[in-house]
């Protein structure tokens, strides 16, 4: 099963895949415009993880953590930290 | 990924079953809609063979031009995920959505209702709406709380909150441009005017002209030395 099934059969609201941003955090997936977290974890003691997976050569380019937080940011007025992780699946 | 027309065939029976519900591009809402959006979304993911249902709540107090998923709740299968290889998936997602979704969404009626809902730390966490200083003057303002509504703006004109940041300018630049002189002028008809616009702005990008019933504010319904109605 895909990663990001797994994460949703978990169904933990503050551990999730597919976390689109723009204005807010949350808007619906692939809304025009929309930053795409692949996983999300509110840590709830202010801290946020942003896993961003890559698999192959690619690795998490600064730019685009730099994105992710600031959208994230945007979203998640009581985050006081924002914490963005390249992560890849072992298998 | 997901379509329109597999959203409609799906949630159809489940429209013509409840006189309360309108289907909407990938949502049900509740109607009529007066200043609350109230609704059951089904929302895409990368893959074709899945996806996602939650039931999100917005205030119309501020021009938007979608629905945002940011305070709703999940709408989960008795096990596994929702697939559209599942043989019961329509009555599987109906008893769900009316289990779990249409009973949160019938109580939350007012202003006030979302308010509390959507500020609720255990459901919402690192976002609960009342932290969301640039978002809730309206909302303060058209719930006829004008002392919050004052506070907010003071906080936003402070220019030390991060709502002022340069990638939220155009919405930080509404509010303090637009809204927070009206408040600081007392100006309830020149607040309640303003606030109709964004709500008719909003209904009219989010294609629910035919299910929106306009209706003032609690903010023009009570006497300027009433305060906050509850």
Same mark, same amino acid.
């Given at each position: 099963?895909?990663?990001?099934?797994?994460?949703?059969?978990?169904?933990?609201?503050?551990?999730?895949?597919?976390?689109?941003?723009?204005?807010?955090?949350?808007?619906?997936?692939?809304?025009?415009?929309?930053?795409?977290?692949?996983?999300?974890?509110?840590?709830?003691?202010?801290?946020?993880?942003?896993?961003?997976?890559?698999?192959?050569?690619?690795?998490?380019?600064?730019?685009?953590?730099?994105?992710?937080?600031?959208?994230?940011?945007?979203?998640?007025?009581?985050?006081?930290?924002?914490?963005?992780?390249?992560?890849?699946?072992?298998? | 990924?997901?379509?329109?027309?597999?959203?409609?065939?799906?949630?159809?029976?489940?429209?013509?079953?409840?006189?309360? $519900?309108?289907?909407?591009?990938?949502?049900?809402?509740?109607?009529?809609?007066?200043?609350?959006?109230?609704?059951?979304?089904?929302?895409?993911?990368?893959?074709?063979?899945?996806?996602?249902?939650?039931?999100?709540?917005?205030?119309?107090?501020?021009?938007?031009?979608?629905?945002? $998923?940011?305070?709703?709740?999940?709408?989960?299968?008795?096990?596994?995920?929702?697939?559209?290889?599942?043989?019961?998936?329509?009555?599987?997602?109906?008893?769900?959505?009316?289990?779990?979704?249409?009973?949160?969404?019938?109580?939350?009626?007012?202003?006030?209702?979302?308010?509390?809902?959507?500020?609720?730390?255990?459901?919402?966490?690192?976002?609960?709406?009342?932290?969301?200083?640039?978002?809730?003057?309206?909302?303060?303002?058209?719930?006829?709380?004008?002392?919050?509504?004052?506070?907010?703006?003071?906080?936003?004109?402070?220019?030390?909150?991060?709502?002022?940041?340069?990638?939220?300018?155009?919405?930080?630049?509404?509010?303090?441009?637009?809204?927070?002189?009206?408040?600081?002028?007392?100006?309830?008809?020149?607040?309640?005017?303003?606030?109709?616009?964004?709500?008719?702005?909003?209904?009219?990008?989010?294609?629910?002209?035919?299910?929106?019933?306009?209706?003032?504010?609690? $903010?023009?319904?009570?006497?300027?030395?009433?305060?906050?109605?509850?």
């Amino acid at each position: 099963m895909a990663l990001k099934n797994q994460i949703d059969a978990l169904r933990d609201p503050d551990f999730r895949a597919e976390v689109s941003a723009l204005k807010n955090l949350n808007e619906t997936y692939g809304a025009k415009g929309s930053v795409r977290i692949d996983v999300f974890e509110n840590i709830r003691n202010e801290i946020v993880c942003i896993y961003d997976i890559k698999t192959g050569k690619s690795v998490l380019r600064g730019s685009r953590a730099a994105e992710l937080a600031a959208k994230a940011f945007k979203g998640l007025p009581s985050a006081r930290q924002i914490i963005v992780i390249e992560t890849r699946p072992s298998r | 990924m997901t379509t329109v027309r597999q959203v409609k065939k799906l949630l159809k029976p489940l429209v013509e079953r409840h006189d309360d $519900l309108a289907l909407v591009g990938f949502t049900v809402y509740l109607k009529p809609v007066r200043h609350l959006l109230r609704g059951v979304t089904i929302d895409r993911t990368g893959e074709a063979a899945r996806f996602r249902v939650r039931w999100p709540v917005l205030n119309l107090c501020e021009p938007r031009e979608r629905l945002p $998923l940011t305070w709703s709740g999940f709408v989960y299968p008795s096990e596994g995920l929702w697939l559209w290889s599942n043989p019961s998936l329509q009555d599987d997602l109906f008893q769900a959505i009316e289990e779990q979704a249409l009973p949160a969404l019938r109580a939350i009626e007012t202003l006030d209702d979302f308010f509390t809902f959507a500020s609720d730390r255990e459901r919402f966490g690192a976002w609960p709406f009342d932290l969301f200083t640039l978002l809730r003057v309206g909302v303060d303002c058209a719930r006829g709380d004008l002392e919050a509504a004052r506070t907010g703006c003071a906080e936003l004109l402070s220019g030390l909150s991060r709502w002022s940041m340069p990638s939220m300018r155009e919405d930080f630049e509404r509010v303090t441009g637009t809204l927070c002189p009206l408040i600081a002028a007392d100006d309830r008809a020149g607040m309640a005017r303003l606030l109709h616009e964004w709500e008719a702005y909003t209904v009219e990008k989010l294609k629910i002209g035919h299910i929106y019933q306009p209706t003032p504010f609690p $903010l023009e319904v009570m006497s300027a030395s009433d305060g906050l109605s509850r």
